[in-house]
């Protein structure tokens, strides 16, 4: 194949890359506007639009939202858009770390929570919820702090028990944080025991869910959740290559332990960032980096931003859904997920199996 006909080929890819890009955003979008009129009160489309046109500099001037009643005004703006904000941002966060993840440990099975991190957040947000539940920390509450914190604290527990000289061994890693996992495991349920009349608090952040969450509650984890995926895109083509094996990865120019350690923090960041305001909500990093990958294929340059938008319109469906499907009463978006990722599962268990002519 010649040059020119390389560089074709690549410009063919590259722009059917980017027109996958822009078409799963302009989905997300529309996810969201239908978003905002699902819930216990109907409110006309014509008046969600009113509202988000009132606040878009350019056409404010001109939309008379009169027509609009106070209520509904503060329905879309103070209770549905900052939840949706969040599901975006949560499924968008545990669906890049689980294509981290992924690429790192070279197993299909690895999802976002494989270091611990979850195990961490509970602990964290148990305690919180037990001992300090009414406290608020620089604006934000208690609960998604110590969330934060148990999380950040449990990888570079597991990072400095797996560390081998100035290597971390991969199999060490995934041991350290099952085992870890385990041990932090006991401690939720020794704070669940003595809960008390708190206990509908851990177990509702537990199954996980967007009930409470306001904009500061939002901002507080949008810089961690986005410089974090923003960050992991410069990593695409080592985790490619990574793909390849670690020693042809390190012939071909990559510093594969530093590789592995930048993108560790990255995606045990911005986990953590998104578990601090959703609670645990799972399947979600495991599920849709092998769903893009059927719709995509395996190339991490687009792989990432892919997966980063199809995880938003996942949970923003699913928080939908948990919205509706009992009428008055909403369900955690946690067991939504864990609906649809428990057939997954036994699917990817099924495939393995199969791949190994068992």
């Known amino acids: 194949m010649g040059l020119d006909a390389v560089e074709a080929s690549y410009f063919k890819r590259s722009s059917l890359w980017k027109f996958t890009v822009v078409l799963l955003a302009v989905i997300l979008f529309v996810v969201i506007i239908v978003s905002l ?4 009160a109907q409110i006309p489309f014509e008046h969600i639009l009113l509202i988000l046109g009132k606040r878009v500099p350019g056409i404010s001037s001109v939309i008379d939202s009169s027509v609009v009643p106070s209520v509904e005004e503060m329905i879309i703006m103070q209770i549905r858009l ?15 770390a689980g294509v981290m993840y992924q690429g790192i440990f070279k197993n299909p099975m690895a999802d976002s929570y494989v270091l611990g991190v979850s195990a961490g957040a509970s602990v964290g947000a148990s305690f919180a919820i037990v001992f300090g539940a009414g406290l608020t920390l620089v604006g934000m509450g208690a609960v998604q702090v110590a969330a934060f914190t148990g999380a950040i ?32 495991s006991a401690i939720v349920t020794i704070l669940t025991v003595i809960s008390g009349n708190k206990l509908h608090g851990i ?55 530093r590789v592995k350690q930048v993108l560790l923090v990255l995606g045990s960041l911005v986990t953590a960032a998104a578990v601090s305001i959703s609670g645990l909500i799972g399947f979600v990093g495991l599920m849709i980096p092998h769903i893009t990958r059927l719709l995509i294929g395996p190339d991490h340059r687009v792989l990432l931003p892919a997966s980063t938008i199809i995880g938003a319109i996942f949970l923003v469906i699913c928080d939908a859904v948990a919205r509706v499907l009992t009428g008055a009463m909403e369900l955690p978006v946690g067991v939504i997920t864990a609906l649809a990722g428990g057939p997954f599962f036994v699917y990817l268990l099924r495939k393995k199996k199969a791949s190994y002519g068992m």
């Not at 009129?37 to 216990?40: F, Q």
């Not at 290559?241 to 510093?255: F, I, M, S």
């Open 153 to 184: 604290l449990t990888v570079f527990l597991v990072y400095s028990i797996s560390r081998v000289g100035p290597k971390v061994p991969v199999t060490t890693l995934l041991l350290s944080g099952i085992a870890v996992s385990i041990f932090l």
């Open 203 to 257: 177990v509702f952040w537990l199954a996980g869910g967007f009930f409470n969450v306001e904009w500061v509650d939002v901002w507080a984890v949008v810089p961690f959740i986005l410089l974090g995926i923003l960050a992991s895109y410069f990593f695409a083509r080592d985790l490619n290559l990574l793909a390849l094996g670690e020693e042809t990865a390190q012939h071909l120019g990559v510093n594969t332990e």
């Open 82 to 96: 900052p939840r949706i904000f969040a599901g975006a941002l949560v499924g968008a966060a545990l669906a890049a």
């Open 37 to 40: 009129n699902v819930g216990y």
